[in-house]
Nanobody, 127 residues
């Protein structure tokens, strides 16, 4: 079992920045690829970013590419999401997720492939 706790959400104006953090506990963190997803009111959950176990490879949704950076610290069991130049359409609940994997999987953008999820943190961007 892996427990994930997100933090860092809040309210910002358009153009602002936020840094989300996810703290993991329970199993060997470096055995898990990590992802961030978000869900806006009335919409389906969507992929934001993912990072492989070592942190060597990162993946981003087209809607956030160039504005968002995912990183991880396997010594601290954390994965962060730095979000810059935020837009009102970024408003959503952001979820951290962990996926056990022994290889670099080809489908880290698919939420159903993740094993564990956090409770989410709200991000609100006003215009």
């Amino acid at each position: 079992q892996v427990q994930l706790v997100e933090s860092g959400g809040g309210s910002v104006q358009a153009g602002g920045s936020l840094r989300l953090s996810c703290a993991a506990s329970g199993r060997t963190f470096s055995n898990y690829a990590m992802g961030w997803f978000r869900q806006a009111p009335g919409k389906e959950r969507e992929f934001v970013a993912a990072i492989t176990r070592s942190g060597r490879l990162t993946y981003y949704a087209e809607s956030v590419k160039g504005r968002v950076t995912i990183s991880r610290d396997n010594a601290k069991n954390t994965v962060d999401l730095q979000m810059n130049n935020l837009k009102p359409e970024d408003t959503a609940v952001y979820y951290c997720a962990a996926r056990y994997t022994r290889v670099v999987p080809p489908d880290l953008s698919v939420d159903s492939t993740y094993n564990y999820w956090g409770q989410g943190t709200q991000v609100t961007v006003s215009s």
